[in-house]
């Protein structure tokens, strides 16, 4: 009888066992199904890949000259003026975009790093935005103000609360506006290498909608109805051209090469 009675319970702890193991097996054949459907992506890290830093194209137009153009890496991050003190300027001003990430006003920001410029802005607590009053030499008066623009077009909001994405031109205009319409922004776009006398065409036209302009000068040259006009290299080396025209805002830099 007492060997009977240590069997059956010795079968019932087996029983118990064989159960517990199963319900675990089972549980964690659950948690791996649901790793595989859900992305184990920390709150953190999806906010880090919103702040992976890009390249732009930053170019500073000022009254009489180019002052600054060509690539930046840049991210959403605090801004720095003289006159506006320190503030957040990664696109969630004024609740513009849900989450951070780069903006041209931090472009500009990381241009200016660069040494080549300084810039200053007041900042506006309405607005949540900086509103840059210098950039280089250039500051504002009461009837030329710096304006802001991505891929030729003004921007609807301001350049903290404006993202950029890679390879975005965004480019900061003095006297950028005719009363309270923006300028034509200009594009220019030609060959870029050439040998000493040889004639190459150039062509002008509105960036933002690619319509051809008449009467702008590159080189000395105007362009036609059609936009173009025809320039020749007189000297070895690397030229940069520039195209030119009242009431618009200068081109981009078009660079040749001419070879002898």
Known sequence: ?????????????????????????????????????????????????????VIVNVRVEGATTTIFEGPVTTDGHDVTTAAGGTHPCDGTNGNANPEP???????????????????????????DDFFITRIGPDEQTDTAFIGIFRNFEPTPV????????????????YDAFVGENPKRTLALAGPNVTTVGQPITVTVTDGATGEPVSDATVDGTTTGADGTATVTLDEAGVARLKAERSGAIRSNSLFVEVTS
């Open 101 to 127: 990430g780069p903006t041209a006003t931090a472009a500009l920001d990381d241009a200016a790093r660069s040494g080549e410029f300084t810039f200053d802005g007041t900042f506006s607590s309405q607005f």
């Open 1 to 53: 009888m007492i060997v009977s009675m240590t069997t059956t319970l010795r079968a019932a702890r087996r029983r118990r066992a064989l159960r517990h193991h199963t319900t675990r097996l089972l549980l964690a054949l659950v948690v791996a199904a649901i790793a595989l459907v859900t992305p184990m992506v920390p709150a953190t890290a999806q906010e880090a890949a919103t702040q992976a830093p």
């Open 158 to 173: 301001g350049g903290c609360q404006q993202r950029v994405e890679p390879g975005d031109d965004v480019l900061f205009a």
